[in-house]
């Protein structure tokens, strides 16, 4: 014959974990819908900072405005962005910071693989009226005070 006081305690600690666990079921529910919370306020945490990254970056690489001139108009021309580039003295990567592009995309567009977008082109008719020397302030401004590498 089985020890009665074994099968007593057995059948005590069998009751007993089923009601912890029914006890603490709406606690594992409750742990599971915060963890899914924050999970999600972290997705969203890390899309705003590189919003905000992103916003940065662009920051400093205000367009200029067009003289006067209406944007609608502006036609774009390669050899125009080749030769506002060589006249201003800038590399490709400088140029694309006062516009607020890559230099990968001064690139193409200098060889006719892609095309600035209307607000670009916009930026780009602002330059006309721009100097070296604005140029430079600029790129001073954005890097603060790093040097601007210049194309001869």
């Not at 900072?49 to 940065?56: H, T």
């Not at 405005?65 to 944007?71: H, L, P, S, V």
């Not at 108009?73 to 006062?98: E, I, P």
């Not at 040097?147 to 001869?152: A, D, E, G, K, Y």
């Amino acid at each position: 014959m089985p020890n009665i006081a074994a099968i007593l305690k057995q059948e005590i600690s069998r009751v007993a974990r089923r009601e912890v666990r029914s006890l603490t079921k709406s606690l594992h529910k409750a742990s599971a819908q915060y963890r899914r919370d924050i999970a999600e306020l972290k997705r969203r945490n890390a899309k705003a900072q590189a919003e905000i990254a992103r916003l940065e970056r662009s920051k400093g690489a205000l367009p200029p405005k067009a003289n006067g001139a209406d944007t609608e108009n502006v036609r774009f021309s390669v050899k125009s962005v080749k030769s506002q580039r060589k006249r201003l003295g800038v590399s490709a990567g400088d140029f694309g910071k006062v516009i607020g592009v890559s230099a990968a995309t001064v690139y193409n567009w200098e060889h006719g693989t892609s095309k600035p977008r209307r607000t670009q082109l916009a930026t780009l008719a602002g330059l006309r009226g721009l100097g070296k020397k604005e140029v430079r302030e600029r790129l001073e401004q954005m890097n603060g005070k790093g040097s601007s590498r210049l194309v001869r």
